[in-house]
């Protein structure tokens, strides 16, 4: 058995998803409605981290990639999200193109924000691995621009920032 997964932040990288759950693998992009990107999900570190913010606006598009993981897998993602502390989880429907090039609707899991602070930036290497996944996914040019025009900060804990930078794939790492 399998579980659908859109992943619009960190995740969208298929190799840290792997990281995380290694039956993790990539099923096509998608655009989830009335929702936006946003990075002020407060993270434990202070940090911004991305969330599927709900504007009830027809005209916002989320693009995000979904992801297929075996459902003997999930409670490793849930954990790495910290489901109940820092996401919940919802069920959406997910507009994305098929492989046959027909629009197609996928159900599909996603995490959005329980803690919120508008002020929250994200570190520089969690920004490089939205923008290096979002190339993964191929998602809208002008995506990825509003991905690299969002503020970042240098991440005060340099062996942490280390750390992340090295599962970056090469073009990303001095991003």
Known sequence: MTHYIFSYGSNLLLARLKARVPSARFVTKGALPCHELRWHKLSEDKSGKCDAFHTGNPADYLWGGIFEIAARDKHLLDKAEGLGTGYDEKHMDIQCVASNGQADIVRA???????????AIPYSWYKAFVVAGAHDC???????????????????????????????????RDF
């Open 109 to 119: 899991s996603l995490y959005t924000a329980l803690i919120t602070d508008p002020s």
């Open 138 to 172: 191929d998602l809208p040019q002008d995506h990825i621009e509003q991905l690299l025009a969002t503020p970042s900060a240098q991440d005060p804990d340099k062996q942490r920032e280390a750390l992340n930078r090295s599962l970056l794939p090469d073009r990303f």
